[in-house]
C-alpha cells in the first residue's frame, strides 16, 4: 500500500519560512511528476507547485519567486521551500504524486498525503 506523509507545516509570522517535506512509502514501482497544492478555508483546492522526474517545475503565479519546489529521486521525498510567507498563504497543504504501484509498471494514478496545515500571521 501507498502512502503519502509530509511534515514541515506550522505557524509562522509574515515574512517567515517554512520547509515542507512529503516521502512516499510502499509498493512503488515508479513516480512521474510530484506536487504541492493547497486548500484554504471555503476555497478551492489549488496546485501549487509540480516537478517531474526530470527537475522540470512549475508554479503557480502567486508563489513565483517565493517558493521552490525540488525533490530527491533516490528517497522518493518532495520538497516545498516556501519564503517570504504572506497570510494569505494560509492553507492546508497536499502531497500529490503520480506513481505506479506494484512490482511492473501497470499504468500511474495520483495519490495524495494526508495533509499538513501551514498558518501566516499578520
Known amino acids: 500500500q501507498v502512502q503519502l506523509v509530509e511534515s514541515g507545516g506550522g505557524l509562522v509570522q509574515a515574512g517567515g519560512s517554512l520547509r515542507l517535506s512529503c516521502v512516499a512509502s510502499g509498493n512503488i514501482f515508479s513516480i512521474n511528476a510530484m506536487g504541492w497544492y493547497r486548500q484554504a478555508p471555503g476555497k478551492q483546492r489549488e496546485l501549487v507547485a509540480i516537478?517531474?522526474?526530470?527537475?522540470?517545475?512549475n508554479y503557480v503565479d502567486s508563489v513565483k519567486g517565493r517558493f521552490t519546489i525540488s525533490r530527491d529521486n533516490a528517497k522518493n521525498t518532495v520538497y516545498l521551500q516556501m519564503n517570504s510567507l504572506k497570510p494569505e498563504d494560509t492553507a492546508v497543504y497536499y502531497c500529490?504524486?503520480?506513481?505506479?504501484?506494484?512490482?511492473?509498471?501497470?499504468?500511474?494514478?495520483?495519490?495524495w498525503g494526508q495533509g499538513t496545515q501551514v498558518t501566516v500571521s499578520s
Open positions: 516537478i517531474t522526474t526530470g527537475g522540470t517545475t
Open positions: 500529490n504524486a503520480e506513481l505506479s504501484e506494484g512490482l511492473v509498471w501497470l499504468g500511474e494514478q495520483h495519490y
